[in-house]
Structures are given as C-alpha cells and as structure tokens.
C-alpha cells in the first residue's frame, strides 16, 4: 500500500494464515516484514519524490519525517524507517458471506479508496494498516447487513457505503488513514432466493398489468358514459329546440290566419256596405247552403233533416232575415 514509485510493499494478505505469519516474522525482525527490503538507503544527500512522505528514526527512535525534495541525513545515525505514499489508495475486499435481517445468506464484495492523512500514525499506529482495514470493512459490512432485509440491502446501497465508511474512519483516526469511498461491488444471492425474486417481481408485474389493465376498462366505461350522457343532454336541448321552433311556427301561423280571417272580415263588411251588398250576401249564403247539403251523408248514415229542407227560398229568405238582423243591430248605438 505504502511505499514509493519503483519500490512495491507486499500486496494485503486476508486471510488470517498469512496475517499470522506476517505477524511471526515481525517478531523476530528488529523491524516490521513489510519494510524490511527495499528501502532507501542513508548516503547522505537524498532526493524524496513528491506526494511521498519518509520516515527518519535516529539511533532506533523516530526523529523526522522527509519533505518531498532535497534532504539531508547523517549516515549511520539516521536510518529510513518507513516510505508512505500520500496518494489514493485502493483495496479489495475480499468477497465475505453475511446475513440479513431476514435471514438470507449473502456472498459479497467491495472496494474500499484509502489515503493516508498522518505519515506518523500510519507507521507507528498500526501494524499493517491494509490489513487492519480491509478486515474492519468487512466486519462492519457483516455488522450493517444484519441490521437490513434482502429487500432493503438492495435499495439502500448509497446508505450503506456511507454508514461503513464512517464505521472505518472512525477506528482509523488513530492510524492516521482516512476511508474515502467505500463501494459494494458485487452482491451474489443464493440460487433458491434468486429463483423466489424472480417470481416475486414476475407477480409485481402481473399485478401491476392487471390493475393497469383494470384502470383501462374504468376509464373506458366511464368515457362511455360520460359519452352517453353528453349524447342524451345534445338530444334533449334539440328535441327542447325543435319544439320552442314548433311552437313559435303554430303561433305566428295562428296569428297570420287571424290576421287573414281580421282582413276578410273587413273586405266582407266593406262589399255589404257598398250597393247591391244585401244580394250578394243572400247569394253566397244560398250556395253554402247548396254545399251543405251536397255532403250530408258522407260521414254517417244517420242524417237529421228539418222538415222544409225541399223549400230552398225560405232558407235563403231566414239567412237573409237573420243577417238583416245582425246588421240592424251593429248599426243601433243603443
């Protein structure tokens, strides 16, 4: 994790075989494995790389951590403890099983982007710090997972990056690293769950398809409806329509015919009024007369005849003494 361009630390060992023989080796070496090849040796002069941080110890005890450039050291006194690189890190963790609040086993996996924040505390603080790291990562996913359902594990993988992350940084104040990012790469559930989420979202979608299905059919119905109902409101307004129009044509034929019958009736009393009227009027009388009789008997075969119905001239005569009557009549102010 920790070292300069060029010169390589030894890759992070997860499983614990390898941790306990890192850890062995560390106790009979006056020095940590990791460090024990491949560092700078002490001539004097020394020219540190930039985002690099070394660290000095003087007759076995820590003295000064080098800036990147031109340095100084006293050979044989000062020796290069520890390289640290300050760049972003990145690391693996090791696909890990874990179960859920809803007791499913799950087998998964992520990327966790360190940076060392203390070149100090990350060489003194801890023994291995990608080690001690990728094994808290896991801890904590193990620790967060059970605290979520199979449902939730998948909806709330922003949430859950963020919770480990502060799981780490917090126990990695002390070693001067500090998470960034963690990532969940890849979430394997077993055949059997697998096989019941399919279903599960197989009966999602029917359902969600039925009750779509079924809010067609009601949206259906009720523009059907409210076609029907504007269709009877249109028919009802024409037939109200028609009818007014109806009305309105009886009642102006009504006042054309009074206004006709008023007009007749005055030519009628202005040709009685003019000479030889009263013959006229004793004329037309004798042919509504003749008329009349020409249709008795058409409608029915019950006829009621007066008893002088043969005495044409005293019909007309009577006809003609009662429209003298009327006359006389109209003519007397009294």
């Not at 890192?22 to 020394?46: D, E, Y």
């Not at 340095?71 to 640290?84: G, M, S, T």
């Not at 291995?128 to 193990?142: F, I, K, N, S």
Request: with cysteine; proline share 4%.
């Amino acid at each position: 994790m920790l070292s300069r361009a060029g010169i390589r630390a030894r890759p992070c060992l997860g499983l614990l075989q390898h941790s306990q023989q890192l850890k062995c080796a560390a106790r009979l070496a006056p020095a940590p494995c990791r460090w024990n090849s491949g560092l700078p040796m002490n001539i004097g002069v020394l020219f540190v790389p930039q985002q690099e941080a070394w660290v000095v110890e003087r007759m076995g005890k820590f003295h000064r951590i080098l800036e990147p450039g031109l340095n100084f050291l006293i050979p044989l006194l000062d020796r290069i403890r520890y390289v640290q690189s300050l760049k972003e890190i990145v690391i693996n963790v090791p696909e890990q099983s874990a179960v859920t609040l809803d007791n499913v086993t799950l087998q998964i996996d992520g990327v966790l982007y360190l940076r060392v924040m203390d070149p100090y505390k990350a060489s003194y603080g801890v023994e291995d710090p990608e080690y001690a790291v990728t094994q808290l990562a896991q801890t904590t996913m193990r620790s967060e997972l059970g605290k979520l359902s199979l449902d939730r594990v998948f909806r709330e993988r922003e949430s859950l990056n963020a919770s480990i992350v502060d799981a780490i940084n917090q126990a990695s104040d002390c070693w001067g690293i500090r998470c960034l990012r963690y990532e969940i790469k890849d979430i394997h559930v077993p055949p059997r769950v697998k096989e019941s989420m399919q279903m599960q979202v197989e009966a999602e979608r029917r359902k969600r398809a039925t009750v779509l299905e079924s809010e067609g059919t009601r949206e259906s119905a009720i523009n059907v409806a409210e076609g029907q109902k504007q269709a009877q409101i249109l028919a009802s307004e024409a037939e109200k329509a028609e009818q007014i129009n109806k009305a309105a044509g009886e009642a102006n034929a009504m006042l054309v015919k009074a206004r006709a019958k008023a007009e007749a009736i005055q030519l009628l009393a202005a040709a009685l009024a003019q000479q030889h009227g009263n013959a006229a009027a004793s004329l037309s009388v004798a042919e509504q007369y003749v008329n009349a009789f020409s249709k008795i008997a058409k409608d029915s075969n019950t006829v009621l005849l007066p008893a002088n119905t043969g005495d044409v001239t005293n019909m007309v005569a009577q006809g003609d003494l009662h429209y003298t009557d009327q006359a006389t009549s109209c003519e007397d102010p009294r």
